[in-house]
Nanobody, 123 residues
Framework: QVQLVESGGGLVQAGGSLRLSCAAS????????MAWFRQAPGKERSFVAA????????DYTESVKGRFTISRDNAENILYLQMNSLKPEDTALYYC????????????????WGRGTQVTVSS
């Protein structure tokens, strides 16, 4: 089992920045591919970014490339998402999730989830 707790969400103006954190406990953190997903009201939960167990490889959905950076600290068991140049369309509940498979980014492949942290971007 892996327990995940997100933090760092909030209200920010368009063009601003936020850094989300996800604290993990349980099994060896570095064994897992970690990802961020988001879900806006009335929409499906969708993939945002992923990072490999070692942190060497990352992947992003097209709409956040160049603005968001995913990273991890395996010594502290923390996953991060640095979000810059935020847009109103980034408003959503952001979840961190864990899987043992790289390259599969639909939510069905992720067995462990946090409860989410709300990000609201005002125009």
């Amino acid at each position: 089992q892996v327990q995940l707790v997100e933090s760092g969400g909030g209200l920010v103006q368009a063009g601003g920045s936020l850094r989300l954190s996800c604290a993990a406990s349980g099994r060896t953190f570095s064994n897992y591919v970690m990802a961020w997903f988001r879900q806006a009201p009335g929409k499906e939960r969708s993939f945002v970014a992923a990072v490999s167990g070692s942190g060497s490889f990352t992947d992003y959905t097209e709409s956040v490339k160049g603005r968001f950076t995913i990273s991890r600290d395996n010594a502290e068991n923390i996953l991060y998402l640095q979000m810059n140049s935020l847009k109103p369309e980034d408003t959503a509940l952001y979840y961190c999730a864990a899987t043992n498979r790289w390259g599969f980014y639909t939510k069905e492949f992720f067995g462990f989830w946090g409860r989410g942290t709300q990000v609201t971007v005002s125009s």
